[in-house]
């Protein structure tokens, strides 16, 4: 009891002291996580407008390449008679100059009963064993089963390491089929990301189509008979690539293509050395 009486006793004496204790510690401990907090919310901060830095660049970069795109359209739409030299020969310095070009094709709208005209063409100007191919269902590269239309990858460059692509029908792609003709004629344009190349399968490209119609209306305007594409083929990881190398890699960087949700697509990916995933800001993409 004696003991009891003891302990309240001492309790009473330093009862301010343990108040002061405890105050002390949860004011330390509440000033500690609001500057942790303000620290965080910094790093957020200077994390978003690093990663709006780099989506502008990339948002630029693109623009040039698309300016780069719409003279060739412009060329061809003046002149719908050019023949395979003569686009080597317009196209090829536009494709030194810019290194994250994988290709630039001509791809022409090709009625079922021209297939044999434009493969004969094709094979008069040197490619001897040019036909239209496409993909069957094991993934392989077949001849083109007859149907009402093709796309056909016609004229190409560069040639070199891209040889497989040309003849290749990009009809038979979903994009092609159910949105292709529906975005250009809205938008002047159509871009389709997250494509296997065909050229590297590992790979994923972005491939920027710009149409070319048959005949000038006044004014300036075409009408709407689609004469063909002129697409420009980008390897995705170069491309991105090239722009971040602008920057410090100090943050960490993933450029993922939405366009189908349920399977979304890293294009590219790059972390600084030790950098731990999920650890700041994991929802902000490029």
Known sequence: MQNYIYMIENFKR???????????????????????????????KTFNAETQRRKNAIQEHLVKNLNTLKLIQSYINNDKTINRREFSKFVTPVIESDQNIQAIEWIPVVWNQERSEYEEKARKEGLIDFNFKEYDINGNIIKANSRDYYYPVYYLEPIKSNEKVLGFDISKYSFAKNNLNRVVERFGFAVASGLKL??????????????????????????SNLYGFVTGVYKASSLIKHVMCE????????????????????????????????????????
């Not at 065909?198 to 009408?223: A, F, H, R, S």
């Not at 450029?255 to 590219?268: A, F, G, P």
């Open 14 to 44: 330093y009862f301010v002291v343990y108040i002061f204790i405890i105050f002390s510690i949860l004011s330390i401990s509440c000033v500690f996580l609001f500057i942790k907090q303000i620290e965080y919310n910094s790093s957020i």
């Open 198 to 223: 065909i050229q590297d399968t590992t790979e994923y490209g972005l491939v920027v189509y710009m149409p070319v119609y048959i005949e000038k209306l006044k004014d300036g305007l075409y009408n």
């Open 247 to 286: 920057f410090d890699d100090a943050y960490p960087i993933q450029v993922i293509d939405i366009t189908d949700r349920l399977h979304s697509k890293t294009l590219y990916s790059s972390y600084p050395q030790g950098y731990i995933l999920n650890t700041i800001n994991q929802n902000s993409y490029l």
